[in-house]
């Protein structure tokens, strides 16, 4: 029962889950590399966003703070 056979199963099974752990660990690789490349994608595309969102509100503030039109308030206030 544990002779010579049961040798060569275990050098079987102890090669059969290196082989596996190793093709394991390329496809974590793998899947880690893909998600890092959207992630960073998504981040340019947030960034362009964000920048688009400062300067309307740079206008926004700008429109808000002008003199001529707080000015013109004034005079429709009369």
Known sequence: MF???S???MVVMIV???VGSGA???YLKTRRAEAE???SGDSDELRREVADLRAR???LERIVTDKERELSREIERL
Do not use: L, P, Q
């Open 3 to 5: 002779g010579m056979e």
């Open 7 to 9: 040798a060569h199963f």
């Open 37 to 39: 490349a959207r992630g």
């Open 57 to 59: 509100v740079k206008t």
């Open 16 to 18: 059969a889950v290196s």
């Open 24 to 26: 394991y660990m390329s």
